[in-house]
């Protein structure tokens, strides 16, 4: 009666059959006509896309000119698509998308695909849902830089203005954000085996682009600003030395000297403060790293990396060298990225599963698994991302020099320097209830084996080269200071109990991202109205 789908396809005119149930509800029900429309996407538009390498992205197409309102249907049909500027490849592939000329003057395939498909159809379309997320961890890349993920809030709100102004100026019937906020259930292709599915909810993994697209954030309740603030450690685990530093009368002594090491985490985060004898104002990271170890299963201590000379409960390594020589490290036989995606990537499986004593791997993160582009025959080869590198920055919201990507924090009024890890970094896949990945060469990535607490051991070291190599020294070991302490060439560890909970505190802030995307709304809105 309201909507007539006569020379569709089968699913089409199913998809018609829906649409008219829908309209003559309203209308029975509460005499209202509105607009219809179903949502389609990139990979089921009516355009041919001879670059696309992956055949079911553009197999098929659903049509939205296959369907119309009646006569007796005065509000009428309108397309609506989900449109992201990162996928499908065809996006980043096809000539005429990456070298299109946007109304900036400048390169925008984003645009380019826009200008393309509001051509092909005869409907006013909507693009029912755009955007990018604002997270630590990266799905996709785009040619023109909007990736899926990796953004700062404030690049995150630049980058949906700009694509707000390409859906306005393409001529389109507008376009809504994805999303209002973050989304904690959400998982991402790449990073999905590493969590335990039924849990994702209760905890905020900040690697997974699908869980930051929001404007509206939700902040672990409990979290430390990662600002220097010592107030907000005030319920943290702490261990201080317990044996004098070595000395080397080089000047750094006292910024290698430590004298606490505090320790506490949240639905987001497991974060860390070392404190100092005295920074100065800031480490010379030319003559002062710190290493952290953290271990999360039960294997035996093993050698540390960096020439450091000692033993340690260790699954992962962390140096702080400065903000370009700054990274978490993993223990080969506990690379999660080496078992799910090292065959695709070219690795040497085997220097994995029997990894050689005191190696320690970066990691990674996979973004694009590799393929082939028809028409061209060009291979676009496997690509990974070293997730592990550690930023610098302020990470407190209410700081004029806030960096939402920050890591690490030098605050060298407090003598302090401050971490803040991901806990998919560490392989838990369930912080609320205390679940990390199981031996997985053996057991698969299914398998979750609960944890009573985390290892974690803090040193400073004098850095021979660039690298980060400690500096030798006539001594049992190579660092010059330790907490909890070094005994027989052992770093001792502090035992840390994470808190769970299957009610997780938080409390809702808007994100940066929000100003400009606010600006840009009322700017076209104010053009509108005059």
Do not use: C, F, H, W
């Given at each position: 009666d309201f909507i007539a789908a006569p020379d569709a396809s089968p699913f089409e005119a199913w998809i018609a059959a829906r649409l008219d149930a829908a309209v003559a509800y309203e209308n029975e029900t509460y005499d209202v006509r509105r607009p219809a429309a179903f949502t389609n996407w990139v990979t089921t538009d009516p355009l041919d896309h001879p670059y696309e390498p992956f055949v079911n992205e553009d197999a098929v197409s659903v049509n939205p000119d296959a369907i119309?309102?009646?006569?007796?249907?005065?509000a009428g049909t309108f397309a609506a698509y989900h449109i992201y500027p990162y996928y499908p490849p065809l996006l980043n592939e096809t000539p005429a998308y990456v070298n299109y000329t946007d109304h900036r003057g400048e390169p925008n395939s984003y645009a380019g695909y826009l200008n393309d498909l509001v051509g092909a159809t005869d409907h006013p379309l909507l693009v029912a849902e755009f955007g990018v997320p604002a997270s630590r961890g990266i799905a996709q890349r785009d040619v023109h830089g909007r990736d899926q993920g990796r953004h700062t809030e404030t690049e995150q709100g630049e980058i949906i203005a700009a694509m707000y102004e390409d859906i306005q100026e393409a001529g389109t019937a507008g376009g809504i954000v994805f999303s209002w906020h973050d989304e904690w259930f959400k998982r991402t292709w790449n990073l999905a085996p590493f969590s335990d599915p039924n849990r994702r909810p209760y905890w905020s993994n900040v690697q997974t682009p699908e869980q930051r697209f929001g404007l509206l954030a939700f902040d672990p309740a409990n979290?430390?600003?990662?600002?220097?603030?010592?107030?907000?450690w005030a319920d943290a685990t702490v261990a201080?030395?317990?044996?004098?530093?070595?000395?080397?009368?080089?000047?750094?002594?006292?910024?290698?000297?430590?004298?606490?090491l505090r320790v506490k985490s949240d639905a987001a985060y497991f974060s860390v403060r070392l404190e100092l004898a005295d920074l100065g104002d800031g480490p010379d990271w030319d003559a002062t790293n710190y290493l952290l170890s953290i271990r999360v299963t039960n294997r035996d201590a093993q050698r540390l990396p960096y020439d450091a000379g000692?033993?340690?409960p260790a699954d992962f390594v962390v140096r702080l060298g400065g903000p370009d020589a700054s990274r978490v490290t993993v223990d080969p036989r506990y690379d999660a990225f080496a078992y799910a995606y090292g065959a695709g990537g070219?690795?040497?499986?085997d220097r994995y599963r029997e990894p050689d004593p005191g190696i320690f791997t970066p990691l990674r993160l996979v973004i694009n698994r590799g393929y082939t582009v028809p028409v061209t025959d060009e291979r676009v080869s496997f690509e990974s991302v070293e997730t592990g590198r550690l930023r610098y920055g302020d990470g407190n919201p209410e700081s004029p020099d806030y960096d939402s990507l920050a890591d690490v924090h030098v605050a060298p009024s407090a003598d302090a320097i401050e971490l803040r890890l991901p806990w998919q970094l560490l392989n838990v896949a369930d912080p609320s209830r205390r679940r990390r990945l199981s031996d997985f060469w053996t057991e698969g990535l299914n398998t979750y084996e609960e944890f009573d607490s985390l290892?974690?051991?803090?040193?400073?070291?004098?850095?021979?080269?660039?690298?980060?190599?400690?500096?030798a020294l006539d001594a049992e070991t190579n660092l010059t200071h330790a907490i909890p302490s070094v005994a027989d060439g052992r770093l001792r560890s502090l035992q840390f109990v994470p808190p769970t909970w299957d009610r997780p505190a938080y409390t809702e802030r808007l994100k940066e991202s929000a100003g400009p995307v606010g600006d840009i709304f009322e700017r076209y809105t104010r053009q509108e109205s005059e």
């Open positions: 119309d309102a009646t006569d007796a249907n005065d979290a430390v600003p990662l600002d220097g603030s010592a107030d907000a201080t030395p317990q044996a004098a530093p070595k000395r080397l009368d080089d000047g750094a002594d006292t910024e290698r000297e430590l004298t606490a000692a033993m340690a070219g690795l040497d499986l290892d974690i051991a803090a040193a400073s070291y004098s850095p021979a080269d660039a690298d980060g190599t400690a500096r």
